[in-house]
């Protein structure tokens, strides 16, 4: 995802924030609709024509993407990395520590701080000025060697360095309010139990496979991005007369809420499936069929789905465009770290539940759903759901303003042609 960005990532250009967006946008619909293709065709493939065409296919898809990437290889932009990143960060780290002792200068000035050749930064930033003093140079005799570099780089680093790692703390907050949503869309296996205990039949004669609803998630974000990208946002600018669009963390925070509608949802819809099978008298059958159509969980795969396309791909984009050029891999990876440490905050969350429900009878996530509260659940959920995103919004407000959607406001209001939703 990085290398693809940065084909196309050109800071100084006004256009350049709208591009990336359309970028991303398409980037994470074409990888769901990859995926809406493997669980649909794929696995129709492999049960009707055989394991070795199921595996067949997907093998020459790859040849072929393979093939067609290293034809291009000779237009493609590379950036060279010059040395280890995380190293450097490691370096920072270490080295504010070893100089916690140290006085920062009253008055910044280039000659005191630590310079990387070229660099158009000259002074470190007054935020998180503890970690400033690991580019302070305390004696150029020892601190620098002849040629103008760190003799120790672990005890004195550059303003870049230093300014890298501040901007990663920075938006390490904002970026931890995306777990909460990732939480909600790991309940999708509560979901496949659910749906099989509920009519699936779309006609007499066909019905959903209880596992296969979580396609209705892919197919919400596949849908959604194209109409947002080509359809919505250019509606929107035809009626203000000038090109529109929604800030970064204005898309992150309807991302979260549609989040928290889901699970609002699932605990109405739960409700009303345990009542209709307690009347039914089905208690004490929890793998029966309710007369209630398994459709009614379409809500909490819509929810989800938008859920991603709003706060997944905005918490990339941000990443990508708040952090400098050089950390655009990290950038790109954040939001999969967030999603691996969701798993575990789901598998606490449950396990929780499951212990403190139990001691009191049935627990909420009981194997028996009829005799369980998985509607009570839901609603902790959603009530989580709800203190994250004022914990987001708090985030927000501590940030400030996004650095890409002011410079691309900036550039646009000159020409007097741009209006978009404030983002600070």
């Not at 501040?166 to 790991?186: D, F, Q, T, W």
């Not at 009626?239 to 929604?246: A, F, T």
């Not at 139990?358 to 009981?366: A, P």
Request: charged fraction near 15%; aromatic fraction near 12%.
């Amino acid at each position: 995802m990085a290398f693809g960005a940065d084909q196309l990532d050109k800071r100084n250009n006004p256009e350049n924030t709208k591009t990336l967006q359309s970028f991303f946008g398409w980037y994470y619909a074409t990888i769901t609709f990859s995926a809406l293709i493997a669980v649909t065709l794929i696995v129709y493939v492999q049960d009707n024509l055989g394991w070795g065409m199921g595996f067949g296919i997907p093998v020459m898809l790859m040849f072929g993407s393979a093939v067609s990437f290293f034809l291009a290889s000779s237009f493609y932009i590379k950036l060279k990395a010059k040395t280890s990143l995380l190293t450097g960060l490691a370096q920072v780290i270490v080295a504010s520590f070893r100089n916690r002792h140290i006085e920062l200068p009253s008055h910044a000035t280039n000659e005191v701080y630590h310079i990387r050749k070229g660099s158009m930064l000259q002074v470190p930033s007054e935020k998180l000025r503890f970690l400033n003093k690991a580019c302070v140079i305390k004696d150029p005799q020892e601190d620098l060697t002849s040629n103008g570099d760190a003799s120790n780089p672990w005890s004195l680093c550059t303003v870049d360095q230093v300014e890298d790692l501040k901007a990663l703390i920075r938006v390490m907050p904002l970026c931890s309010a995306g777990i909460m949503m990732s939480v909600n869309v790991y309940q999708g296996s509560f979901m496949v139990i659910q749906a099989g205990t509920m009519d699936r039949h779309v006609t007499p004669n066909f019905e959903i496979p209880a596992g296969s609803f979580s396609m209705f998630m892919m197919i919400s974000i596949v849908v959604w991005i194209p109409f947002y990208d080509r359809i919505a946002l250019p509606l929107a600018s035809k009626i203000k007369g000038k090109p529109v669009r929604l800030g970064l963390k204005q898309r992150m925070g309807i991302g979260l809420l549609c989040s928290g509608a889901s699970m609002v949802a699932s605990a109405i819809i739960e409700y009303t499936r345990r009542k209709i099978a307690i009347e039914e008298g089905l208690s004490d059958e929890p793998a029966a069929v309710v007369h209630m159509s398994a459709l009614w969980i379409l809500p909490f795969y819509i929810l989800g789905g938008l859920a991603e396309a709003f706060n997944g791909i905005g918490q990339i984009e941000f990443c990508y465009s708040e952090l400098p050029k050089t950390m655009s891999t990290i950038a790109a990876n954040i939001y999969g770290f967030g999603t691996f440490i969701s798993n575990l905050v789901a598998s606490f969350i449950t396990s929780m539940v499951d212990n403190v429900t139990k001691r009191g009878g049935e627990s909420w996530i009981s194997s028996n759903m009829n005799k369980g509260h998985y509607d009570y659940y839901y609603c902790l959920l959603a009530g989580l759901s709800m203190l994250n995103f004022i914990y987001f919004l708090a985030c927000c407000k501590a940030y400030g303003p996004c650095h890409g959607d002011n410079k691309n406001q900036a550039e646009k209001s000159k020409k007097g042609d741009y209006e978009s939703i404030d983002d600070s």
